[in-house]
């Protein structure tokens, strides 16, 4: 995900149409997995959002200005405001998917390390957070996952958990997070 370099970018947002070309060739297999993971591909819905993604990049980058952040944090803003528009006029889908059950931050850390492939360092720096913030998000999911797949505890209605538990043996502040300020949510 590092293959976007300052001089790319800096030649496509002057309008060169190769630089435009490479951009673009680099930039869609990132915003196609993206699309897929936030929305699903069963239908090419995601795929389609991920083509306007590309395209409201495209647009969007003659005000792209490298002090505002790496052009992968801008494309991902485009990207997760676009994903996020598309859930909210599709509404919610009634689902038994373990996945959804998470904490919006830690699906979208989820996605960007595990289906997209980014790092902690590069996950920390789109969603503006620390890496040892992405990388405690990271746990937190994967632990709610496993104890949602497997029988026990995890599967066990709230009122049959012993007082001060959560779903994985943490108290319910734990799940959410360390109070120190640090690790708050990340913005996008």
Same mark, same amino acid.
């Given at each position: 995900?590092?293959?976007?370099?300052?001089?790319?970018?800096?030649?496509?947002?002057?309008?060169?149409?190769?630089?435009?070309?490479?951009? =673009? +060739?680099?930039? *869609?297999?990132? /915003?196609?997995?993206?699309?897929?993971?936030?929305?699903?591909?069963?239908?090419? $819905? &995601?795929?389609?959002?991920?083509?306007?993604?590309?395209?409201?990049?495209?647009?969007?980058?003659?005000?792209?200005?490298?002090?505002?952040?790496?052009?992968?944090?801008?494309?991902?803003?485009?990207?997760?405001?676009?994903?996020?528009?598309?859930?909210?006029?599709?509404?919610?889908?009634?689902?038994?998917?373990?996945?959804?059950? =998470? +904490?919006?931050? *830690?699906?979208? /850390?989820?996605?960007?390390?595990?289906?997209?492939?980014?790092?902690?360092?590069? $996950? &920390?720096?789109?969603?503006?957070?620390?890496?040892?913030?992405?990388?405690?998000?990271?746990?937190?999911?994967?632990?709610?996952?496993?104890?949602?797949?497997?029988?026990?505890?995890?599967?066990?209605?709230?009122?049959?958990?012993?007082?001060?538990?959560?779903?994985?043996?943490?108290?319910?502040?734990?799940?959410?997070?360390?109070?120190? +300020?640090?690790?708050?949510?990340?913005?996008?």
């Amino acid at each position: 995900m590092c293959a976007y370099r300052n001089e790319p970018v800096a030649a496509a947002v002057t309008g060169k149409q190769a630089a435009l070309h490479g951009l =673009l +060739a680099t930039m *869609q297999p990132f /915003v196609t997995r993206y699309c897929r993971a936030r929305i699903g591909c069963h239908d090419g $819905t &995601a795929d389609s959002v991920a083509r306007e993604v590309c395209r409201a990049v495209l647009g969007a980058l003659p005000g792209y200005r490298e002090q505002d952040g790496s052009f992968l944090c801008f494309v991902y803003r485009i990207a997760a405001a676009m994903a996020d528009a598309h859930q909210t006029t599709r509404g919610p889908a009634p689902t038994t998917n373990p996945y959804e059950a =998470l +904490a919006p931050e *830690q699906r979208e /850390v989820l996605v960007l390390r595990a289906v997209i492939g980014l790092s902690a360092v590069e $996950t &920390a720096t789109i969603l503006g957070c620390t890496d040892a913030r992405v990388r405690v998000l990271q746990h937190h999911a994967l632990n709610t996952l496993r104890a949602s797949l497997q029988p026990g505890e995890g599967n066990r209605p709230e009122s049959d958990r012993k007082p001060g538990t959560g779903t994985i043996g943490f108290s319910p502040d734990q799940e959410r997070g360390c109070d120190d +300020a640090q690790f708050r949510s990340c913005p996008r």
